[in-house]
């Protein structure tokens, strides 16, 4: 295991016009990622030194080696959400009445206090798992950056081994899109 302590960057942000490196790094990490959540470290390397000769001269042009390796982050102290995973756990209800679900938020150990941020629009109700008491405890945030955003300070019994426990009635099952665990600023 190798630690890496380097900002994390999405494969498509960039420049205006990047140039052929960052052009080739970009494709080879867009492709490498299949789901949300996925990280992988991709770098490029010249080719070592060789004595190979093309009549009798080194070879025209530069060459690159790429790598591509998925990596596993173990902790972050920023960007959770670009690393988060989430799924269903249960939910109940009808498209009439709307619906109660619950979803799991898995993020890697922080090593300060986190958030939870959802938009009030997509929950009606949010409630966050107590792993202590073993029941969940209703839940109102604070505006958030913009309007549509609430925040809620994260306790320490609210997260038990970077899973997050969210019970939200939503008017449709929106597979948690509008709810992300972030390190509290």
């Known amino acids: 295991m190798i630690a890496v302590d380097a ?3 999405a494969a498509d942000a960039g420049t205006v016009s990047p140039t052929a490196e960052q052009t080739l790094l970009r494709a080879v ?6 789901a949300r959540g ?5 770098g490029l390397m010249r080719p070592l030194p060789t004595r190979l000769t093309v009549d009798g001269q080194p070879p ?10 998925n990596v596993a982050i173990v902790g972050a102290d920023s960007g959770l959400r670009d690393v988060e995973d989430k799924w269903l756990v249960g939910t109940t209800g009808d498209q009439k009445n ?4 619950v979803y799991d938020v898995q993020v890697p150990g922080a090593s300060a206090p986190m958030r ?13 798992y107590d792993w202590a008491s073993g029941a969940f405890t209703t839940v109102t945030g604070q505006a ?3 309007a549509a955003t609430s925040i809620v300070a994260l306790g320490s019994n609210q997260v038990r081994d970077g899973v997050v426990r969210v019970r939200m009635h ?16």
């Not at 990490?29 to 299949?34: K, L, R």
């Not at 996925?38 to 991709?42: G, S, Y």
């Not at 939870?116 to 966050?128: F, I």
């Not at 099952?173 to 992300?180: D, T």
């Open 7 to 9: 900002q994390m960057g």
């Open 29 to 34: 990490a867009a492709d490498s990622m299949t």
């Open 38 to 42: 996925q990280v992988v470290l991709v």
């Open 60 to 69: 025209p042009g530069a060459g690159f080696a790429v790598l591509e390796q």
């Open 98 to 101: 709307g619906f109660a679900a």
């Open 116 to 128: 939870l941020t959802y938009n009030p629009q997509w929950a009606t109700s949010m409630e966050v």
């Open 144 to 146: 958030g950056g913009d």
């Open 170 to 185: 939503e008017p449709r099952l929106s597979w948690a899109s509008s709810v992300f665990v972030d390190a509290k600023r």
